[in-house]
């Protein structure tokens, strides 16, 4: 069969829906109105200073604000931009195929001024294809629901930091109201007619259920994309049984790893005390079944390598190569957002490790560190940017000179053209989080090592390692073993890299972002069409076992 791609898995949803709505619900939105300040006041200032205008005289201000006033009645001053990340560009080219609806927050600060009377906007605003509900929260909103409950409960519980995770009854509270928010919307989208709803992450684990109390007919999936803990660890959790019980809302519960999906159904065993038929992987809890099913999730790998073939690129590549802070013969790279998760603090002391017990290379290693800014609200996380900047300059201090450092650390978002330009010319990649659900980080290296000459290595606690055997797998919290395995791949071959790197590209390119959207809906179907197949064999023969769902 051939490869997915963006046009056939729009066909292929399409199909599977059978003249059936599509609504998708997510936290973060695929399309953002800003304010840009240069396009409102340039046109204000130039006014001003042809009239000979001072800054104080009243009457400018007037001017300025009657200015300013025109600007955004007419929206001039309004700028849109896709949201950065590979779930919302995957799902836009599906979303515009399909013509249906996406409920997402709006978090512009010029959002309000582009939607209709009921909320809507048509996207992309370029050349409208669907329409995005937005859905407005407050700042204690905000505060309680996304900062709180979702990024200070949930976020470390799943990732097994348990000792970062706080539990307040206020958080509890924003996060119930702010999914039923999510959850009324999406049903007013939905209407009266038949409707498929899509509700994405951990944000949103009360939707699916009080989505289903105003229309219980709906088809409903959801994908949780973090992983699910343990039994041990998911029970310290006050609101355990609200959360499993708003997730059995679903029909279908996805997951990256069927570790995660066998996790959850011996978390719902034990807090409903129901039986659980753990090898068809279905719960059945109030007269509902839900499925559950892994779904390893990738990237677009053929945009990815496309990008990193592009002219421009090489030649970018050529004027970093010349900077003196990165003209070393052996270049590393990590690539994170600055999570506690994601073990850069262990990884830099590994790299300290390294250049003390490998000292011949103190001259000729750089590594690139890009930390992407997060979640800066949460006091954990500007500790770990504290812990990782002094672990930075203590690494340079040590190591490097008047001229050179062996770090060197960037805090910022780059945007893909400017991450890929790393990817390519990194000779290896570091992807070391303590806990991960998959890690995308790893899968968008590969697809831009298009002179396969890179070596990943990977940590055995991100998801993706469990489908990636050609990289090097190591354990994070073993400082001196991810040391040697920085030498081992700084000395490995390159026929051994080129051959490494040719069988992950193969199995990124096989199993792509678009094979992902369709083992989705394609399950869904699977179970729609079994259910209308037990209803009718139902009015004339008992009801045996349920029939087990093929695997995607």
């Not at 515009?96 to 709006?106: L, P």
């Not at 005390?273 to 007269?287: I, Q, R």
């Not at 659900?437 to 396969?452: I, P, T």
């Not at 699977?526 to 695997?551: H, Y």
């Amino acid at each position: 069969m051939s490869r997915w791609t963006a046009t056939r898995i729009a066909e292929q949803i399409e199909s599977l829906l059978h003249d059936s709505r599509l609504v998708l619900v997510s936290n973060r939105e695929p399309y953002i109105h800003r304010w840009d300040r240069q396009a409102l006041m340039e046109p204000v200032a130039n006014d001003a200073s042809s009239a000979g205008f001072p800054a104080w005289d009243f009457s400018w201000v007037l001017r300025l604000a009657s200015r300013v006033s025109q600007l955004l009645r007419s929206g001039e001053g309004i700028r849109w931009s896709r949201a950065a990340g590979g779930v919302t560009s995957a799902l836009d080219p599906v979303m515009q195929a399909c013509h249906g609806t996406w409920v997402a927050w709006g978090s512009g600060n010029a959002d309000r001024e582009t939607v209709d009377s009921s909320d809507r906007v048509a996207v992309p605003p370029d050349d409208p294809q669907y329409t995005l509900r937005r859905v407005w929260l407050s700042e204690p909103q905000v505060r309680n629901f996304y900062y709180g409950f979702a990024n200070s409960a949930l976020w470390p519980l799943c990732h097994l930091q348990l000792e970062r995770s706080v539990f307040k009854a206020l958080h509890w509270r924003y996060y119930q109201e702010v999914n039923e928010m999510y959850a009324a919307a999406a049903a007013d989208e939905c209407g009266g007619a038949p409707a498929t709803v899509w509700v994405q992450d951990y944000q949103l684990a009360l939707c699916s259920q009080y989505l289903r109390r105003h229309n219980p007919d709906l088809s409903i999936m959801q994908f949780w994309h973090i992983p699910w803990p343990p039994w041990e660890v998911f029970r310290v959790c006050p609101w355990r049984r609200e959360l499993i019980e708003g997730l059995l809302g679903n029909d279908l519960l996805g997951f990256h790893l069927d570790q995660y999906g066998k996790n959850f159904l011996e978390c719902v065993e034990r807090v409903l005390g129901v039986d659980v038929d753990l090898k068809a992987g279905m719960v059945e809890y109030e007269g509902r079944e839900t499925w559950v099913r892994s779904f390893p999730i990738s990237i677009d790998y053929d945009w990815w390598a496309g990008l990193a073939r592009q002219r421009r690129v090489a030649r970018r590549m050529a004027q970093l190569r010349a900077k003196p802070e990165l003209a070393f013969p052996i270049l590393g790279l990590g690539v994170d957002r600055l999570d506690y998760t994601k073990g850069i603090v262990s990884r830099f002391q590994a790299i300290e490790h390294f250049l003390e017990k490998y000292p011949e290379y103190q001259s000729r290693f750089c590594f690139v560190q890009i930390a992407v800014p997060s979640r800066t609200q949460i006091d954990e996380y500007r500790q770990v940017k504290e812990q990782v900047e002094a672990l930075v300059e203590r690494i340079n201090a040590r190591f490097g000179t008047d001229t050179s450092k062996p770090i060197h650390y960037r805090y910022e978002h780059l945007e893909p053209h400017e991450l890929v330009v790393y990817y390519r010319m990194a000779d290896f990649a570091m992807v070391t989080p303590h806990y991960d659900g998959m890690n995308l980080v790893a899968k968008e290296f590969v697809a831009s090592q298009v002179d396969r000459k890179g070596v990943l290595i990977c940590s055995e606690f991100a998801g993706a390692a469990a489908e990636l055997d050609n990289a090097l797998k190591i354990n994070p919290y073993d400082i001196e073993s991810v040391a040697d395995t920085m030498k081992q791949a700084i000395d490995m071959p390159l026929a051994e890299r080129a051959q490494r790197m040719a069988r992950l590209q193969e199995q990124i390119a096989e199993a792509n972002i678009y094979k992902w959207l369709a083992d989705n809906f394609t399950e869904l179907a699977n179970i729609r069409g079994e259910r209308r197949v037990t209803a009718v064999a139902s009015v004339d023969a008992p009801r045996g076992d349920p029939p087990a769902l093929r695997q995607p």
